[in-house]
């Protein structure tokens, strides 16, 4: 099952794409970071692309309980950010 | 429950961003909550170049033994927890150095407020209607207790004493005639030692009772003083029940504090 890509996953990605994001969404990497490390929902989406990689919203709280939702798919062990919400 | 969304398109990886711009995510999310956690994610890290003085090396290397545990996860583990400290410290500083102060100061508060009680001053309230019209009832007063630590109460002086009678209660009269002084009665006056007593703040006809008889001169003992209400139409006082003992006297009745008239 492809779930297993996520407990694959060892670090996340913080390209410059993805601190656009995090800028959009007026969040740090250290609160994303802290989302995934505090045993977040993770659900798999519908949607389908072209690299044939699944995408998984993952919805958690920060350590300061900042509530965060993202969009994730893995790729070589790496998490892969495309979408964050506050 | 939110109602699934589905996409027949199959987007293009850099469609991506613009698509979630448009559409909710938790919308085309599969129900159930997946079991799998990310639990290989390691904290991201950054790679620095340290040098650290050997023999701070050698005794990280040496508690790191102890613990069992690498050195370099222990030299983390202690850098994390001084910064948590040191970014707390402002707030937590501030925060201990109120109580602390807040502490020492009902402390030191506790600890004058029982010396002056007990020592120094002491809240007095008159009551009744003996030392009327000087001292009104439910008037507040500070009783000074070192008034007669090393002098003794002279003529005139308004003192607080536990009554000979009724120990558990106390008198507030006014010291009329000391240690051995003679006192008469006569005409609705004082008499010392023979002469009449000026009393300007006495209200009332001074009536002789027990201590003295008219037409008696009693003599005040050593150590001992003759006391009297102002309002002598009004008063319980040495006239009823004699003679107090400068060991009865608590102190001398000083400033008014409240609803002073």
């Not at chain 1, 099952?1 to 656009?20: G, L, N, P």
């Not at chain 1, 699944?54 to 979408?83: N, P, Q, W």
């Not at chain 2, 293009?12 to 961003?17: H, K, Q, R, V």
């Not at chain 2, 410290?89 to 020492?104: C, D, E, G, W």
Request: glycine share 4%; net charge positive.
């Amino acid at each position: 099952m492809s779930t297993s890509f996520i407990t694959s996953a060892e670090s996340i990605d913080w390209s410059e794409r993805v601190q656009k994001l995090l800028q959009k969404a007026k969040v740090t990497s250290q609160e994303v970071e802290e989302v995934f490390l505090n045993f977040p929902s993770v659900k798999k989406l519908s949607v389908q692309f072209s690299d044939g990689l699944d995408r998984f919203y993952v919805e958690g709280a920060t350590d300061m309980g900042k509530k965060l939702s993202l969009v994730v798919f893995v790729e070589a062990k790496k998490i892969i950010i495309t979408y964050i919400k506050r | 429950m939110t109602k699934q969304k589905t996409t027949q398109n199959v987007l293009d990886a850099a469609e991506e961003n613009a698509f979630w711009q448009k559409n909710d995510p938790s919308q085309f999310a599969v129900d159930a909550d997946l079991s799998d956690q990310f639990t290989n994610l390691k904290p991201s890290t950054k790679i620095i170049t340290l040098r650290v003085p050997e023999h701070l090396l050698t005794n990280l290397k040496l508690i790191a033994n102890k613990r069992d545990i690498p050195y370099q996860s222990l030299l983390k583990h202690f850098l994390q927890e001084k910064v948590n400290e040191e970014m707390q410290t402002p707030f937590l500083q501030l925060r201990r150095n109120i109580v602390r102060r807040t502490a020492i100061a009902a402390i030191s508060l506790f600890v004058l407020v029982t010396i002056s009680y007990g020592f120094v001053v002491q809240p007095i309230r008159a009551q009744g209607s003996s030392m009327v019209p000087n001292y009104q009832t439910n008037t507040y007063y500070l009783l000074d207790k070192l008034a007669y630590a090393v002098g003794n109460p002279q003529r005139g002086d308004v003192v607080v004493f536990s009554s000979p009678t009724q120990p558990k209660s106390s008198f507030f009269k006014r010291v009329v005639a000391l240690p051995g002084e003679k006192v008469g009665i006569n005409g609705g006056n004082i008499y010392i030692n023979g002469e009449k007593l000026y009393e300007p703040y006495a209200t009332g006809q001074t009536q002789a009772k027990v201590f003295p008889t008219t037409n008696q001169e009693i003599m005040v003992p050593g150590n001992s003083y003759y006391v009297l209400g102002d309002n002598r139409d009004s008063s319980v006082d040495s006239r009823d029940f004699g003679f107090i003992t400068k060991e009865n006297v608590t102190g001398k009745v000083s400033v008014c504090y409240w609803n002073c008239q």
